[in-house]
């Protein structure tokens, strides 16, 4: 069946949209395969707009590594903005690649990476205007599977209704299989149709499944069961993970887009996975154990990375990047390597006890001295502890002392409100911290000329973390208590005018609370915000709380049952049959110790405390140091 | 430190690249290709790499320009193939020469557009341009960021004629219907303040003959020059560095700007 270009279709439309080479394509080291010589084809979807989807690692990882398989090709779709959204209904151009502008729906697989719950309806839009039946019960055999992976995955019950099948953790590997699970049901002659190649994927045990199992309640609502609904499907399904990160160095051949993104960097994951334990961080417990790349593979990707992007910055991600055990040298030896080629080298995450100023020094070697950022979370030291995130006040104003004094004049400090057991005293000690930082700076430089930012996120617990079964802050208090600490700030003269302050109401907070601990009931509350004109819910120019408000009371449901609702440790939860590999016995045990301000210690350091990750996922940390070092570059 | 100038070409699908766009694209080329482009000093080094009028996003061009800095001398045709085969297709390098005196940018006098304008009634068109010519001065309103803004868009066209439909099978765009008539508006215009661009003209044809295209209409910047003020035609702006530095052959680009 010839699959044909709608870019005729598109480009006369083009002209009259913001920004149209967003839609174009044509980005270097983009590819477009032979259609006909592929018998596999992934459409991977970031669920944003292009600016924000483009520099996505997963995304360009899995579209790498998909196209290097033989007879297997995959293209990339983004969401539109609603100006061309309107242009492509009343033109019916349909849901297109950018890649080779292909509709979506000749595809055989939809892939779509959620890095957040707010991208669901950005999927409906796209499932639309795909012609791809927005329910997985009303899709045929010609319709693709509809798979989605990311963090937000491992809850995927409110979009249930809506996806095939859903994938936990490290998608290299999983997609590849998934890629062979297709192949040979296609080679077959497509036996029994899309619900024995559904089936074939969930006996693996690695996709789940939605529709093969079923979800009971209690008559007050909770969750009673959810149980396979045929035999094979197994009980549970679990995450995946990659074990050997030198086997897997994406991307070798970073996608360079025409449009501004935001973020205008060659990226290199560091290390994935972080055991440092912070108890509201999803991504810390369900990327677990940490797993490092290698100072040579480091050095050996930025280098190559460089050379195919002509990028000027270099970043190094990971969820504590200065954790890393060869840190030092990978500084060291990336600034000795640039040094003089304006190449600038960031560290996007880095906490302040791992924190060093040689380090940060060789950071800003070839670069600015901008700012630095660090994350307490917690205004004090009783919040950290609930929170588990060991910093204390000496630390933070030790380094901070130390950056001011080598130049830095401007430090970023974020936090949450609204965490559990939060009271107002522990917020306004936000300000209190946030004074002391200034005048340590002050003192040290002898300079006022010095300044501080204060950012400040609603919490919202998450699915897979010991706050699982948290009451989330009403929105309400949130608000009061962010009030509050802004009059603090504002109200100091002798510090006020040297503190910034930026925060966000807290209304968005509920609704993405709603959507991180939802069950299967949520989804209809999406689909009529999604009909009721909700879009790009990550922007708060589009997001509106009370669209999500009323489509909820008319879809009957409770929004403070899902929310603010604190869980008792039986309650059977939505992504209970969902296995990250942590011990719900440990999970019960680290929220009770949060309530009671107990710490854990990192178990890259400290004996295991036995979070069940390693033995049920046959894992292991693996962390050097491996004694190399980054030589120097040969010149060409 | 040597200057050199590029003309270079955005076509197909990139003449929806904007300004922005296409400096950083331009910019991570160089790095790529290894050119030794020279930076400027100060807290914030960028790269030495100006452009002289850019065509507006959406609109396609044979005749880009930008002067490039290098700390190292450059051999101008070596830059042109290294900086082509670092862009995206669609961004193309035609010509490099090294610079000679003068700024290039007071050279670019006039541009030479093609308004290709699917399904517009051919008949129409050339009465509406007679029309155009004929008036003294065509008063249109452009919104620019500063708000709505009127000025005469007559006075700065030299040049402006019908150039007759396609032949069958060179189709370039999309737009276009087989069997669908296409008129092909040539016009030189000169370079002036306020800028009168192409769709200044289309809103001026609307304005003394209420011609108006059925599509939007598709823009290629053909040429930009020196102009001959006797003939109304456009010369070639490296021209001069050709004759003053060791600047290579004038080669298959500068061929398109005489015809």
């Known amino acids: 069946m010839p699959v044909e270009s709608i870019f005729h279709r598109l480009e006369a439309l083009l002209p009259k949209v913001q920004k149209p080479i967003q839609y174009v394509g044509g980005e270097l080291n983009s590819t477009v395969k032979d259609w006909d010589a592929a018998d596999v084809r992934w459409a991977l979807m970031y669920p944003d707009a292009y600016e924000v989807g483009l520099p996505n690692q997963g995304v360009a990882i899995l579209y790498e590594i998909l196209n290097e398989l033989p007879a297997t090709l995959a293209e990339r779709t983004y969401a539109v903005w609603p100006d061309l959204e309107a242009l492509m209904r009343a033109e019916g151009v349909p849901q297109f690649t950018v890649d080779a502008h292909r509709p979506v729906r000749a595809f055989d697989v939809l892939g779509l990476s959620f890095s957040t719950e707010l991208g669901y309806t950005n999927m409906l839009t796209a499932l639309d205007l795909a012609g791809i039946p927005m329910l997985a019960v009303d899709r045929g055999d010609d319709d693709p599977i509809v798979l989605a992976g990311g963090h937000a995955a491992f809850n995927p019950e409110p979009i249930a209704d809506f996806l095939d099948a859903a994938v936990l953790g490290d998608g290299e590997q999983i997609a590849i299989a998934i890629t062979e699970v297709v192949r040979e049901w296609k080679a077959e002659g497509r036996p029994g149709g899309r619900d024995e190649l559904l089936m074939r994927l969930a006996e693996s045990g690695g996709v789940y499944v939605p529709k093969f199992y079923d979800v009971d309640y209690h008559p007050d609502g909770r969750i009673k069961r959810v149980a396979p609904n045929r035999p094979g499907v197994p009980w549970r399904v679990h995450k995946h993970t990659v074990m050997d990160l030198d086997e897997w160095p994406y991307p070798k051949k970073p996608l360079v887009p025409l449009a501004e993104t935001v973020h205008e960097r060659f990226s290199v994951e560091i290390f994935r996975g972080c055991t440092r ?360 | 430190m040597q200057r050199l100038r590029v003309r270079y070409a955005k076509r197909g699908r990139l003449r929806f690249t904007s300004h922005r766009d296409i400096s950083r694209a331009v910019e991570r080329a160089v790095r790529r290709a290894g050119i030794p482009v020279a930076y400027s000093a100060g807290f914030s080094p960028h790269p030495k790499i100006s452009y002289a009028g850019a065509a507006p996003t959406g609109v396609a061009s044979e005749a880009e320009y930008l002067e490039l800095g290098v700390t190292t001398p450059c051999d101008p045709e070596r830059v042109r193939a290294d900086l082509d085969g670092s862009l995206p297709p669609g961004l193309d390098v035609l010509d490099v020469v090294e610079a000679g005196p003068g700024g290039l940018a007071d050279r670019l006098e006039a541009s030479e557009w093609e308004v290709r304008l699917p399904g517009a ?106 102009l001959d003020a006797s003939t109304g035609a456009l010369a070639d702006p490296f021209g001069l560095d050709r004759e003053t530095t060791r600047g290579g052959d004038p080669g298959q680009a500068s061929e398109q700007v005489a015809g």
């Not at chain 1, 929170?387 to 936090?415: C, H, P």
């Not at chain 2, 003294?136 to 709505?148: D, F, H, I, Q, S």
């Open chain 2, 121 to 226: 009634d051919p008949g129409l068109a050339g009465a509406a341009v007679e029309k155009f010519l004929a008036a003294g001065a065509v008063e249109v309103e452009r919104l620019t960021k500063k708000g709505p803004r009127r000025f005469d868009a007559r006075e700065a066209v030299l040049r402006l004629a019908v150039a007759g439909t396609p032949p069958e099978g060179t189709d370039r765009t999309a737009a276009q219907v087989p069997g669908r008539s296409c008129v092909i508006l040539r016009m030189v215009v000169r370079h002036m303040t306020p800028a009168v661009r192409p769709d200044d003209v289309l809103t001026g044809l609307r304005l003394v003959a209420d011609f108006a295209p059925p599509v939007p209409p598709e823009v290629t910047r053909l040429a930009q020059g020196p």
């Open chain 1, 277 to 636: 334990g912070c108890r509201f961080c999803q991504a810390g417990m369900i990327t677990r154990p940490v797993r490092e790349r290698s100072i040579t593979t480091i050095g050996a990707m930025v280098e190559n990375g460089i050379k195919e992007s002509g990028f000027t910055e270099v970043g190094l991600l990971s969820l504590s990047s200065a954790d890393h055990s060869e840190i030092a040298d990978v500084a060291k030896g990336l600034a000795d390597r640039y040094e003089g080629t304006n190449t600038s080298l960031s560290l996007p995450s880095t906490r302040v006890d791992a924190f060093n100023i040689d380090l940060a020094n060789e950071f800003s070697r070839n670069g600015r001295r901008s700012g630095l950022t660090f994350a307490p979370e917690g205004g004090s030291e009783r919040m950290r502890k609930v929170i588990n995130k060991m910093v204390t006040e000496e630390d933070l104003i030790r380094t901070v002392t130390t950056a001011y004094s080598q130049g830095w004049r401007q430090v970023k400090l974020y936090f949450m409100c609204g965490l559990p057991t939060e009271t107002d005293e522990d917020v306004l000690g936000i300000a209190d911290l946030a004074k002391k930082v200034i005048k340590a700076g002050r003192e040290a430089t002898g300079s006022r000329d010095i300044r501080c930012t204060v950012s400040i996120g609603g919490f919202v617990p998450k699915p897979h973390t010991p706050f699982q079964w948290a009451g989330q802050a009403d929105h309400e208090t949130v608000d009061r208590r962010l009030k509050a600490l802004r009059d603090s700030l504002r109200g100091d003269r002798e510090y006020g005018r040297a503190i910034g302050y930026r925060y966000h109401d807290g209304k968005p907070s509920i609704v993405e609370g709603l959507l991180s601990r939802g069950d299967r009931r949520v989804g209809a509350v999406i689909r009529a915000v999604w009909e009721d004109g909700g879009r790009f819910d990550g922007w708060s120019e589009h997001f509106s709380y009370e669209r999500w408000m009323s489509a909820a009371e008319k879809a009957g449901v409770d929004v403070d049952w899902y929310t603010v609702r604190e869980r008792a440790e039986n309650e059977v939860l939505p992504w209970d049959h969902l296995d990250a590999g942590l011990d719900r016995e440990w999970l019960w045990q680290d929220w009770q110790d949060a309530v009671s301000g107990a710490e854990v210690e990192d178990c890259r350091w400290t004996p295991c405390y036995d979070c069940g990750v390693c033995p049920t996922m046959g894992t292991e940390i693996q962390i050097g140091p491996t004694g190399r070092k980054l030589l120097p570059l040969t010149v060409v």
